[in-house]
């Protein structure tokens, strides 16, 4: 049987990390995507060959459309991945009155521009295939909406909706499309909220953490999650049911 290979954006830290290490133990090699913290991504890199996986670094920006093309082609020349997981993101919150145009459009082409280039970049290999899994990383941001944070609410509704767009698309091909949303994770993005405040508004009394979010990314690779569709799976401890 071929190898397995899954494609992972932002995968350096949190729950693109924890994710890649997750599908390794799956037996997937990884093709590790980062922007630009090298001394993160060699460290996922170790890690994944000590589980007895390849790992690829693919260093580009998500919303560079040269970048993406110029990295994924000669490595799509050989292979086309199993599984694609657009997992990078980014936030600038500030509230809209006083948000500069450029936090606007930063936050919205990480997290949506960024899914739609390296997307399309995957999708006619995993069509001519008829097979593949696409796995969107949004945020409970995205379905109820936060203050100060209308930009990154934005991009991830957008994110959202653009699930389920793509899985009427291809889900007859083979490609099976869904969307994990994850609440509150203890991140490095998460490391400076002010808990004592935040906690009283989940349910579960805690923050999330990565592996949790990656347990549910593992589980709709498998053959089992075959008839899940164009769902949005929320990992947010009832922060918003």
């Known amino acids: ?92 919150d500030a509230l809209l009155m006083w948000m500069k145009q450029e936090e606007w459009q930063r936050v919205v082409d990480v997290n949506l521009l960024g899914f739609f280039l390296v997307t399309r970049a995957v999708l006619l290999g995993m069509l001519k295939r008829r097979s593949g899994r696409i796995i969107n990383i949004a945020s409970v941001s995205g379905q109820a909406g936060h203050s100060g944070q209308v930009n990154y609410s934005a991009a991830k509704a957008g994110l959202i909706g653009a699930t389920k767009a793509l899985a009427l698309e291809v889900c007859k091909k083979g490609v099976i499309v869904n969307c994990v949303s994850p609440g509150i994770i203890e991140t490095e993005m998460t490391a400076a ?49």
């Open 1 to 92: 049987m071929s190898t397995k290979i899954a494609l992972v954006t932002g995968a350096g830290r949190g729950i693109g990390a924890a994710v890649s290490l997750r599908l390794a133990r799956s037996g997937y090699d990884i093709w590790a995507n980062y922007k630009s913290n090298h001394e993160a991504a060699e460290k996922l890199r170790l890690e994944v060959e000590k589980l007895g996986r390849k790992c690829t670094l693919v260093c580009f920006d998500v919303c560079n459309e040269q970048e993406v093309n110029g990295k994924l082609e000669p490595l799509l020349a050989g292979a086309v991945p199993d599984v694609l997981i657009n997992n990078a993101g980014f936030y600038k």
């Open 193 to 241: 909220l002010p808990l004592k405040e935040i906690l009283p508004s989940i349910p579960a009394g805690r923050l999330g953490t990565p592996d949790e979010v990656a347990a549910v990314v593992e589980f709709l690779c498998t053959e089992s999650a075959g008839y899940i569709v164009g769902q949005v799976i929320s990992v947010n401890g009832g922060l918003y049911v």
